[in-house]
């Protein structure tokens, strides 16, 4: 075995970048993970399911049924006025 050498190794830049600039970028860039998709997707459906049911709520709410009632018949009187 040889003794260490005491020379210095210059090595030349080969890019403008920084590390920390180019690990930011790779970080920004890196493709999600399926875990991370699932978790997404299942928080969407959560959702949806939340806003189903607040829809329901809605459509059973009474002042929400006397509106609609009164929509349908103010409709219906605009069709039988073009007739």
């Given at each position: 075995m040889s003794a260490p050498s005491s020379q210095k190794v210059v090595?030349?830049?080969?890019?403008?970048v920084s590390?920390?600039?180019?690990?930011?970028?790779m970080l920004k860039n890196k493709q999600p993970?399926?875990?991370?998709?699932?978790?997404?997707?299942q928080q969407q459906h959560m959702a949806s399911a939340r806003n189903r049911r607040l829809a329901q709520?809605?459509?059973?709410?009474p002042s929400?049924?006397?509106?609609l009632q009164h929509?349908?018949?103010?409709?219906?009187?605009?069709?039988?006025?073009?007739?």
């Amino acid at each position: 075995m040889s003794a260490p050498s005491s020379q210095k190794v210059v090595l030349k830049s080969t890019t403008k970048v920084s590390l920390n600039q180019r690990f930011t970028n790779m970080l920004k860039n890196k493709q999600p993970t399926v875990s991370n998709i699932r978790a997404t997707m299942q928080q969407q459906h959560m959702a949806s399911a939340r806003n189903r049911r607040l829809a329901q709520q809605m459509e059973n709410r009474p002042s929400v049924q006397a509106a609609l009632q009164h929509k349908q018949v103010r409709e219906g009187m605009a069709c039988t006025k073009m007739t």
